[in-house]
């Protein structure tokens, strides 16, 4: 099904790794929908990380 239902994971779901790495491995082959974000969920997911979880900068923007 690849290229079916677009779903926009916002930085709620991006944040936690548990679920962040589930809901994209779902989206992997034979996918069950296509993940899509934005530059702007991005920034959000990478402040966060370093402002309240304390990650360090370089390791946030990896993320």
């Keep these: 099904m690849r290229g079916g239902r677009r779903v926009v994971l916002d930085a709620c779901v991006l944040i936690p790794m548990p679920l962040a790495d589930t809901l994209l491995r779902v989206a992997?082959?034979?996918?069950?929908?296509s993940p899509?974000?934005?530059?702007t969920i991005m920034a959000e997911v990478t402040?966060?990380?370093?402002?309240?979880?304390g990650m360090?900068?370089?390791k946030a923007?990896?993320?």
């Design 36 to 39: 899509k974000w934005s530059e």
């Design 61 to 63: 923007e990896r993320r």
């Design 56 to 58: 360090p900068v370089v």
């Design 47 to 53: 402040r966060n990380l370093v402002q309240k979880w």
């Design 28 to 33: 992997e082959f034979p996918s069950l929908y």
